[in-house]
């Protein structure tokens, strides 16, 4: 049974950091996975924010978020990261880790599993 257990997340003051995690099980990140994070708001469509596939050498950013969040993934932990600084309001979202092998990094329907979900808050 695969599992990916979110952590990390919270609430921050604009220009803050946090970082979550993704500890999968029953799953192996390995040069054959496609990570990923999204992000959901009510009323708003899931929105892609970065994805990590080819052993980690490639990877994908929403513009939005581009040069201020990073995903990472440690294989021998078997978990994915996302850090977020430099964090605004509009950063504001449930976020969402997911685990497929192979397809489109940056389409939710090409991956198989997903976390839990963590709140990040971010304040003015």
């Known amino acids: 049974q695969v599992q990916l257990v979110q952590s990390g997340g919270g609430s921050v003051e604009a220009g803050g950091s946090l970082r979550l995690s993704c500890a999968a099980s029953?799953?192996?990140?390995?040069?054959?996975?496609?990570m990923a994070w999204f992000r959901e708001t009510p009323g708003k469509e899931r929105e892609k924010v970065a994805a990590i596939w080819n052993a980690g050498v490639s990877t994908f950013y929403a513009d939005s978020v581009r040069g201020r969040f990073s995903i990472s993934q440690d294989n021998t932990r078997n978990t994915l990261y996302l850090q977020m600084n430099s964090l605004k309001p509009e950063d504001t979202a449930m976020y969402y880790c997911?685990?497929?092998?192979?397809?489109?990094?940056?389409?939710?329907?090409?991956?198989?599993?997903w976390g839990q979900g963590t709140q990040v808050t971010v304040s003015s």
């Open positions: 029953g799953f192996q990140i390995n040069a054959r996975a496609m």
């Open positions: 997911a685990a497929g092998q192979g397809g489109l990094p940056f389409e939710p329907r090409e991956y198989n599993y």
